[in-house]
């Protein structure tokens, strides 16, 4: 799904807060924990993610290790758009 990446890579790069461009071409298996990504990111990344999408992610879906890597936010993304 590479408009879920070109989606998701502003919003996590603006949630932790990195500059522009600074995860482009980064390999989706990567862990996002490795670069600030925790519990409080990850809400506000579902947040962005449900407001950019206009979705709403259930309750079941929250976790971080549904948005541990690249490949993990797609497969959620995938279940609602």
């Known amino acids: 799904m590479e408009t879920g990446v070109s989606i998701v890579l502003p919003l996590l790069e603006r949630v932790l807060k990195l500059p522009e461009g600074e995860l482009a071409g980064m390999e ?5 924990r490795s670069l600030g990504l925790n519990s409080l ?3 506000e990344l579902i947040v962005e993610l449900e407001n950019e999408l206009n979705i709403i992610i259930d309750d079941d879906d929250l976790l971080l290790d549904n948005l541990s890597t690249l490949s993990e936010i797609e497969q959620l993304l995938g279940r609602y758009v």
């Open 28 to 32: 989706t298996d990567r862990d996002l």
């Open 41 to 43: 990111s990850a809400v």
